[in-house]
């Protein structure tokens, strides 16, 4: 499981170039009111109990249910077809 603050990045062009033309940078900078939590299951759950709390006040108490979808990234987690599910979640983080 990781849990990551979210970056909001933009590409620039230092002057610099190539035969293909210019030499694009990508300069990120974090979103403070944005994180995302991943994790991996097994099995196929319905729904997810989702608690965010910061010293020890509530600020999200949700149950959603999780919608799946195929992918076929063939790798060693997941062998040719895995199924997928991902939510947002939205709350006040003041």
């Given amino acids: 499981m990781s849990f990551d603050q979210d970056l909001d990045c933009t590409s620039y062009s230092d002057g610099t170039y190539t035969a293909n033309g210019p030499v694009l940078k990508e ?3 974090p979103i403070p009111t944005s994180w995302t939590l991943r ?3 097994s099995g ?3 729904h997810l109990e989702v608690t965010v709390k910061r010293d020890g006040v509530t ?3 949700a149950v959603p249910m999780l919608a799946y979808h195929i992918e076929r990234p063939d790798n060693p987690h997941c ?3 895995c199924n997928v599910a991902s939510l947002s ?4 983080g003041r």
């Fill in 44 to 46: 196929l759950p319905q």
């Fill in 79 to 81: 062998g040719p077809q």
């Fill in 59 to 61: 600020l999200l108490d």
């Fill in 27 to 29: 300069k990120c900078f």
């Fill in 89 to 92: 979640l939205n709350f006040d």
């Fill in 39 to 41: 994790s991996h299951f």
